[in-house]
């Protein structure tokens, strides 16, 4: 097929990022018309359809590809301009991260970022499982994530582990788990009350099997959900944790990645 041209890439992204052909041609200030051509020839040239005529237009699995590489294509026009005429402006990348990074190590590590080189992050929060799912859309141009594999027209590189300790307050241990680990059974395990940051945080049940493992107890058939609090917030997921919660909920178990750890 034949390349599409700026223009094309240009108008593609905007298309998506206001919603309709009439606010992409008032961004753009051409006519609806000549972005009805443009995204007409695209997806001649495609040979597929790349756009889902709904109110606001959404990408098909096609056109999300073709959204990636529009605003990677724009990300590196600024800084092509920056490096030939020494200016452009500010620039905007948008990630997408889980909310323990964005709590704790993220922002240090991107701090000189506006200041150095005049680039600001667009963040969005999403679960480490399910950030790349962005990146694969074109909805973000990078994430943080803890899924393995690469996805066609990014690069990967590996930034470590982020360690986790499942943490409770003695009370909670006292009540729910008197003879934590050898003496708890199963049940006890499943009536115990937890903390979960929200419906995508995968933590605690990554956490329950290691404990049932190290219990030695067998496979369950039917894993059961223990009572659950969701609590979208990581510092005060955290205090939930160590202070509790009010109208006598009780200290949840927990994972956290708290350094160093809650002591009581």
Sequence with gaps: MKRF??????TFAAVIEHGTFDAAAEALRVSPSAISQRIKVMEQLAGKVLLRRTNPVTPTQAGQSVLRIARQSEFLQL????????????????????????????????????????????????????????????????????????????SVDYLGVARYWCVAAPEYMSRYLPGFPSATTREE????????????????????????????????????????????????????????????????LSAVNILPPIRW
């Design 5 to 10: 041209t700026t223009d094309h890439l240009t």
């Design 79 to 154: 800084e092509l301009e920056r490096e030939l005429v020494g200016e452009g402006g500010f620039q905007a990348v948008s990630i997408a991260l889980n909310a323990d990074s964005l709590a704790t190590w993220f922002l240090e590590a991107v701090r000189m970022l506006a200041h150095e080189d005049e680039i600001f992050c667009d963040l969005r929060r999403e679960g480490e499982f399910h950030s790349s799912a962005l990146l694969r859309s074109g909805e973000v141009m990078a994430a943080i994530t803890s899924r393995p594999g690469k996805i066609p027209g990014c």
């Design 189 to 252: 395990l499943n009536r115990a009350p937890v903390v979960e940051y929200d419906r995508k945080d995968f933590v605690q049940e990554a956490a329950r099997v290691l404990i049932e493992e190290d219990m030695k107890l067998p496979p369950s058939l039917e894993p059961e959900q223990s009572p659950t609090i969701y609590i979208p917030s990581s510092p005060d997921y955290a205090r939930a944790v160590y202070e509790g919660l009010p109208g006598d909920c009780y200290r949840k």
